[in-house]
């Protein structure tokens, strides 16, 4: 226990020397799913092979709005210990104008406290951000600030992630690099740290009926706090579950998922704005398919919480 309080002590200490992306990191409405693409040290939790497939199109109804994917991949090695994984995602907006493309890799270690699971992991990869806005539409077309570029910049992200099978908490920071203002280039700036958590409870009314209440953190010094609040039921022998939200923004959120085998999951999402936005656009669709290439017994609650 006091080598593991040790490692922590080490993992928090070690954060705000590095510095993370520019801009406020959005998530899926799905995010309770697949928390790999918010926190590296997800990778390994599932306890086998698990691959899954997420889309988002965002705003329906307004030109240009955000359209996004991602895949991922992660598993434990033969020891169940150290876990490695994979995502690779892309982002557009304004009909192709702005584009960011990600790949990551993951490093995860296990540690057993008590009945429960700590992991600390982390994740290093490469973003390719490109700006396509010459051809946009603009009252002067010989404007300087519209030219097109790409570029290319590493980026890394810590977290950790506690388990068992009544909770789960996790904390990271996604992204530890970030782009200067003003000059191209990379720089470390704590005030642009996404700090992320989630957290989940699992409340058993009986075996047809489960409850799952979670959320979504997200701290950034010169941004708004944001956050997601879901609760999920859980009905059919844990096959059928149906998900209400919440976001800070001021979105409601409504997800229907349905875990069809033991390895096939897939999941859908529509989520409309309420307030100034309300009649200008149709909501937001998101859709997850996730398969478990092997099911293990050793699992904590497999399923309930990731």
Request: glycine share 8%.
């Amino acid at each position: 226990m006091r080598k593991i309080i040790y490692i922590l002590f080490l993992f928090i200490i070690s954060l705000p020397i590095e510095a993370q992306n520019n801009s406020v990191f959005l998530p899926f409405n799905q995010y309770m799913f697949n928390t790999l693409l918010y926190n590296p040290a997800y990778a390994g939790t599932k306890e086998s092979f698990s691959m899954e497939a997420i889309y988002r199109k965002q705003w329906i109804g307004m030109k240009g709005t955000p359209e996004m994917q991602a895949i991922t991949a992660h598993s434990p090695l033969s020891n169940n210990k150290i876990a490695l994984g994979i995502q690779v995602d892309n982002l557009a907006a304004g009909g192709g104008a702005e584009r960011s493309n990600n790949v990551f890799a993951y490093y995860s270690h296990r540690f057993d406290v008590g009945g429960s699971k700590l992991r600390l992991g982390m994740r290093g990869g490469l973003s390719m951000i490109s700006k396509n806005l010459y051809d946009i539409e603009r009252k002067f077309q010989e404007d300087p600030a519209f030219v097109d570029e790409s570029y290319f910049m590493p980026n890394f992200g810590v977290g950790a992630y506690y388990y068992n099978n009544i909770v789960y908490a996790g904390i990271s920071i996604p992204f530890l690099i970030s782009l200067k203002d003003t000059v191209r280039g990379i720089t470390s700036n704590i005030k642009k740290y996404n700090f992320t958590g989630t957290a989940g409870v699992l409340l058993t009314v009986n075996e047809n009926f489960k409850i799952k209440p979670t959320t979504y953190l997200q701290y950034t010094i010169d941004n708004p706090f944001l956050y997601i609040l879901s609760t999920s039921f859980i009905f059919v022998n844990d096959i059928v579950w149906i998900t209400g939200s919440y976001k800070s923004s001021g979105a409601i959120v409504g997800i229907l998922e349905f875990q069809i085998t033991k390895q096939i999951r897939f999941g859908y999402s529509y989520d409309f704005a309420v307030g100034d936005l309300k009649g200008f656009m149709a909501g937001s669709h998101e859709i997850l398919l996730r398969y478990d290439f092997s099911y293990s017994v050793r699992a904590v609650n497999p399923g309930y919480f990731w």
